[in-house]
């Protein structure tokens, strides 16, 4: 896939602007497509989007569904335009702070009005009615979401462990097992695909937004998916489980010079049962990405030429590496899917392989400054010794912001930083780097939100490894700011168009 040289801007979309506690669809989302035009900015990247859960530290990348959207997400405003709640129904607002997201605040205050929208939008439908008729074309559209709606349904009312410990019947989906749950919960299922439905027309409205100014979606894929999700659980034959549809192998990373490795626990795929159906599950996750986004990022892109198998009882020194689907799966997903905009996550990995598999379908890898020697000449990560086919970043949601990372650098590297870029001290340092981004070979430019504004290590997004504090940060309105805009619109004009 061949990208036009073009420029991006990270903000998840927790992290916008509402009255609401939390970023939504709605109008804080309008207006970040709004400021990204005025900007001239091609990209909004986003992680993934996917419901989130306070057992998982509210990671975007741990979802219960590779497939859903997140119910927090849903504008509120949105659903008293439909009817289905009434200005009144949202007062009294709590105080949420303006600049985190305090998700059991947010479930508190959302989730009951979403409630008492479905009841709404229940109590005035008639079969034939055209809300009801879009509902039942969403859900005929979507051939995930009955599994889906049935999981999180069941999960509901058994709170107290993973599907792994549902009884065996329910566990294995023996076909009564599942046709009585679908009566005993047909309520809370029917709840949760009005939701899906809500959240899907939402999106699309938003995208349509983003369109008109000139924005395209980066979505994002993480190569695996939560063991505790629907995903999984309707669909053991993509993984490695056992009879009893328990996991035998669980993903992580190998131990290396100075630390013990890593023990993730999703689910490994069963790349061989895979690729007897044509990649069928992860083809189905692509549609349903393309249909929300533009262009996806992959995670964590060696998982696709190899990956560390961890036996499920076992530690991260007790594994091995395994062959990952290669060259075959990215030809079965070109035939089926035409030549998808893929960027890779290739961070960090010597892999000869898994560099000549991206080279051959075109796909960019990325480039993070926070990874360079600023002394050694000619080191990959300075952006001024960027190749094209590459996306240049300033910092990403994994990565302390810009000013945070310049603030612990040592002050030799800080010199040669300030050396290389030619710095005469009359610039702040997070319009330095992305001046330099920007005026790099890089194929995609991009920065964040944070490094636009100049925010400190206060405002990383994510620290990987840990489990609480993190997918917090959130922008004000008034941070928009058209001074902001007119200078990355400046920059554009003098690098990218």
Request: charged letters at 30%; one cysteine or more.
């Amino acid at each position: 896939m061949r990208f036009d040289r073009s420029a991006g801007v990270f903000c998840h979309v927790t992290s916008l602007p509402s009255e609401y506690g939390i970023g939504d669809l709605g109008d804080g989302a309008a207006a970040f497509c709004s400021f990204l035009g005025d900007a001239d900015v091609g990209h909004w990247q986003i992680c993934p989007i996917g419901p989130t859960t306070d057992g998982a530290g509210e990671s975007p990348y741990q979802s219960p569904s590779a497939f859903a959207g997140n119910p927090l997400l849903v504008d509120l405003d949105g659903l008293v335009d439909d009817g289905w709640l009434d200005e009144s129904d949202l007062e009294p607002i709590p105080d949420f702070p303006r600049d985190r997201v305090d998700y059991e605040a947010v479930r508190e205050y959302k989730l009951p009005l979403l409630r008492t929208a479905f009841e709404r939008f229940d109590e005035a439908v008639d079969e034939g009615d055209d809300a009801e008729s879009e509902l039942d074309a969403f859900r005929e559209r979507e051939s995930w979401l009955s599994d889906y709606a049935l999981f999180r349904a069941v999960s509901s009312a058994r709170p107290e462990g993973t599907w792994a410990e549902w009884p065996e019947p329910l566990r294995t989906r023996e076909p009564e097992a599942l046709a009585a749950a679908r009566e005993e919960h047909a309520g809370e299922v029917r709840f949760r695909e009005f939701v899906q439905w809500t959240f899907d027309r939402q999106w699309r409205d938003l995208r349509e937004i983003a369109a008109e100014e000139g924005v395209s979606i980066v979505g994002d894929v993480p190569i695996y998916v939560a063991l505790d999700s629907a995903d999984v659980w309707a669909n053991p034959e993509a993984f490695q489980l056992d009879d009893q549809n328990r996991p035998t192998a669980v993903a992580g990373v190998p131990p290396n010079a100075g630390d013990d490795g890593q023990r993730w626990g999703n689910p490994l795929y069963d790349w061989d049962r895979l690729a007897e159906r044509d990649y069928d599950w992860w083809l189905a996750r692509f549609r349903r990405l393309f249909d929300l986004a533009d262009v996806a990022r992959l995670d964590h892109f060696l998982g696709f030429v190899k990956y560390w198998a961890i036996p499920a009882d076992g530690g991260p020194a007790d594994g091995e590496w395994r062959d990952g689907p290669g060259r075959d799966f990215f030809e079965t997903v070109e035939r089926e899917l035409g030549q998808a905009p893929f960027m890779a996550e290739d961070l960090g990995f010597g892999e000869p392989r898994m560099d000549e598999l991206m080279a051959e379908f075109g796909f960019p890898g990325m480039r993070v400054p926070q990874y360079a020697d600023w002394c050694a000449e000619g080191d990959q990560y300075q952006p001024m010794h960027y190749p094209e086919g590459v996306v240049g970043y300033t910092s990403t949601h994994d990565t302390d912001t810009w000013v945070g990372y310049f603030e612990d650098l040592p002050e030799r590297q800080r010199d040669c930083f300030r050396y290389n870029v030619g710095s005469e001290g009359d610039r702040a340092v997070e319009w330095e780097i992305i001046d330099e981004v920007w005026s790099s070979e890089a194929v995609l430019a991009m920065t964040t939100m944070q490094d636009l504004l100049g925010l400190d290590s206060g405002a990383r997004f994510n620290e990987p490894g840990t489990l609480n504090g993190n997918w917090q940060w959130r922008v004000r309105r008034d941070a928009l700011d058209d001074a902001i805009a007119d200078r990355l619109w400046e920059l554009a004009g003098k690098h990218i168009r």
